[in-house]
DNA sequence: GCATACATACATTCATGTATGTATAAATCT
DNA sequence: AGATTTATACATACATGAATGTATGTATGC
C-alpha cells in the first residue's frame, strides 16, 4: 500500500515526530536512530526519510514548535513604552508555565533540549537562552529592567546586571525543576508564589 | 617504544582525561568518539582501552572527579544539631562557586554532565541532584531547613517544600549561567548578594 | 621471565544515506 | 466522464563509513 491522501501523509508526519519525542525524551536524541523512530511510529525509515531529510531536520522541527508560541509574545516585551513593566514580566512567566501545564508534549520537548540533547558549538543554549519568552538574553532583560526603573517599580540604584542575573537564574532552575518533577509545581499556587517571592527580592534585597 | 614507567602510565591516563574533558565539553559526549580523545592525548586507542574499558568508564571517571569533594561537606550538613544551620548552608553554597572559581577543570566537567550529556532512563539528573552538595534531594533540603526552623531562623510558617523547591532551583540557575558564563559572576560581590538575596527571600517573603 | 603499558591490525556491528520499486491519489487530456 | 499520465507517499534493498571491541604484537621495567 502506499500513496496515502494529503492529510494521511499530515497524519504520519505527525506520527512520526510523536514518536521522536517520545523517545528523544526517554532514551536522548543521539541514542535514538531513525529506525527506532519509524518502528516506534509503525512506519519505516523511508517514511521518515520523505518527511525529513535527518535527524537534525526532526530536532529543528520539535525546536520550532516550542518557539513559535513565544515568537507572538515577544512584540509586548519590547515595546517601548509600557505603563507596568514588572506586572507584564510577571504575567509572562507566569503563562509560561500554565502553557507547559496544559500542553504534556511541551514538557517532553522542553525536557528533550534541557537535558537529552547536547549542544555543540556557540550555538549551545541557543534554544534555553529562548526558552523564558526570548528575555533570557541578559541585555534584552537588562533594558527591560531600566523601564521598570523609570517606571519607579524598582529603586534608582537597582543593578540591572544583578537583576537580570537573578531573574534568568531562578527562572532556568523553576523549569528544570518544572520538567523534572512537574507535579511539585502548581501554577495555582506555588508558581506566583515562587515569583512573587523572586519579585519581592528584586525590589527590596539587592 | 612500550612500557613506560608506573609514573609515566598515570600521567598517560591523565592526558587521556584532560583531552576527553575538553572534548566532551566542546563537542559533547556522544559526538566524540575514543579515537578522537586518543589523538587529542598523543596516544592510541589501545592506550585509552587500556586505562578505560569504555566511553562510558571514562565519563564515570569524570563524575567522581566532581563528586568526591562533596562526599566530605556532605557529612557536615547531615549533622543532626546544628547551632546555624542557615549560615552553614550559605557557607556551603559559596564554597561550591569558590571551588568553580579557581579550579577550571572542574568548571569543564560540570559542563560536560548538565549541557554536554544525555542522560537517560530513571538515573537521569543523579549528577545534578548531587550537584549542590547533595541538598538536591528535596526531602534533604527539608529536613535540612526544619533545622533552621527549630533555631528560629526560619518563621514557624515557614513552608518546607516551597522553600526547598526555591533554594535548589535558585542555586540549579545560578550554577547553570556559572558555567556558561563564568566571568559574569564573581565569588567576592555577586555571589555572595546574590546568595544573601535569596536567603532574605526565604525568611521574609513566601 | 613475566607482567606491564601500550601500538597495531582486524573483525563486526550499526546507523546512515541513497537508490529503486510501487501502488495510488491527483492532475491532465480527450 | 473515462482514460492516461504524473507526481506523491511511502516500502524495500543496498552500499558505505565509522566507531567499537578485541586480538595480537612488542618493547621494557621490574
Redesign the interface.
Known amino acids: 500500500m502506499a500513496r496515502r491522501t494529503k492529510e494521511d501523509a499530515l497524519k504520519t508526519r505527525e506520527t512520526i515526530l510523536d514518536a521522536a519525542i517520545d523517545l528523544f525524551a526517554?532514551?536522548?536524541?543521539?541514542?535514538t536512530t531513525l529506525a527506532n523512530i519509524a518502528s516506534q511510529a509503525g512506519v519505516t525509515r523511508g517514511a521518515v526519510y520523505w518527511h525529513f531529510s535527518n535527524k537534525e531536520e526532526l530536532v529543528e522541527s520539535l525546536r520550532d514548535m516550542v518557539l513559535e508560541p513565544f515568537k507572538t509574545k515577544q512584540a509586548a516585551l519590547d515595546d517601548p513604552d509600557l505603563d507596568d513593566p514588572m506586572g507584564l514580566l510577571f504575567d509572562t512567566q507566569l503563562l509560561f508555565f500554565k502553557n507547559l501545564q496544559k500542553n504534556k508534549k511541551l514538557i517532553k520537548i522542553l525536557k528533550i533540549f534541557l537535558?537529552?540533547?547536547?549542544?555543540?558549538?556557540d550555538l549551545?543554549?541557543v534554544f534555553?537562552e529562548k526558552a523564558s519568552c526570548h528575555l533570557h538574553k541578559?541585555e534584552k532583560l537588562e533594558a527591560f529592567l531600566k523601564k521598570a526603573i523609570d517606571k519607579k517599580q524598582l529603586p534608582e540604584t537597582f543593578d540591572t546586571?544583578?537583576g537580570a542575573?537573578?531573574i534568568?537564574?531562578?527562572?532556568?532552575?523553576?523549569i528544570?525543576?518544572y520538567i523534572?518533577f512537574p507535579d511539585?509545581?502548581s501554577c495555582k499556587t506555588?508558581i506566583p508564589?515562587?515569583l512573587?517571592?523572586?519579585f519581592?527580592?528584586l525590589r527590596?534585597?539587592?
Open positions: 526517554s532514551k536522548g536524541v543521539s541514542s537535558i537529552k540533547y547536547e549542544n555543540s558549538g549551545e543554549q534555553v541578559i546586571r544583578m542575573i537573578a534568568i537564574s531562578f527562572i532556568d532552575g523553576l528544570h525543576n523534572l511539585t509545581l506555588e508564589k515562587l512573587r517571592g523572586l519581592n527580592m527590596t534585597g539587592l
